[in-house]
């Protein structure tokens, strides 16, 4: 260990890397993955032992799958689907509610009729 004659203390080696440090460092930048054919290539793929997640996107373009190693040691596989458009939201109006209001009250007093009978 080099001495720093400053401080009368001993420093780290800065070029020493911790072992959780050198994992950190060793791992790719960037998604893991790689284009697919079909659905049931994935199950047979290899992925990272670390946990990191590896994605597939099919060809055609339908779906991406991702595929990731659990602690207890099988894979989860996961697959995403684009969603189809949803149809635009109506939102109620006073007189929509004021109308319901009113078929409410009728209904209320048909239920008081029923019960007197």
Do not use: C, F, H
């Given at each position: 260990m080099p001495y720093n004659y400053y401080t009368n203390q001993y420093m780290p080696n800065p070029y020493y890397l911790r072992p959780q440090e050198q994992m950190q460092y060793n791992r790719?930048?960037?998604?893991?993955?790689?284009?697919?054919?079909?659905i049931?290539?994935?199950?047979?793929?290899?992925i990272p032992l670390d946990g990191s997640t590896s994605y597939f996107p099919l060809a055609d373009g339908s779906a991406i799958v991702?595929?990731?190693l659990q602690q207890d040691g099988t894979s989860k596989i996961i697959i995403y689907k684009p969603?189809?458009?949803s149809k635009p939201i109506k939102?109620?109006?006073e007189?929509?509610?004021?109308?319901i209001k009113e078929e409410l009250t009728n209904?209320?007093?048909?239920?008081e009729e029923k019960k007197v009978e």
């Open positions: 790719p930048s960037g998604l893991q993955g790689k284009m697919i054919d079909n049931e290539v994935v199950k047979a793929i290899d991702s595929k990731q969603g189809e458009e939102y109620a109006t007189s929509d509610l004021n109308i209904l209320k007093k048909q239920i």
